[in-house]
């Protein structure tokens, strides 16, 4: 089974219409998250996400250091 993630505005007529065919259709399920969708720089934000190249550097300092110690 393949999970998407579909942002569907039910504001309007189309989007509301389409919402009540999803439910409809037995082989869809639906998840209300409850809230909207952050931004990707806002969802960085809130876990504390570094840059890749910074995550890669440290895994490297740390992976040679661990490697290097047990000489």
Same mark, same amino acid.
């Given at each position: 089974? =393949? ?7 039910? =504001?309007?007529?189309?989007?509301? /219409? ?10 869809? *399920?639906? &998840?209300?998250?409850?809230? &909207?969708?952050? /931004? ?19 895994? &490297?300092?740390?992976?040679? *250091? &661990?490697? *290097?110690?047990?000489?």
């Amino acid at each position: 089974m =393949q999970t998407l993630t579909l942002t569907i505005n039910e =504001q309007t007529k189309a989007g509301n /219409s389409l919402l009540t065919f999803l439910k409809s259709l037995d082989f869809v *399920s639906i &998840h209300d998250t409850g809230e &909207h969708i952050l /931004s990707g720089k806002q969802a960085a934000s809130e876990c504390n996400a570094v840059p890749l190249e910074y995550f890669i550097s440290e895994l &490297h300092r740390k992976a040679d *250091s &661990h490697f *290097s110690a047990g000489k």
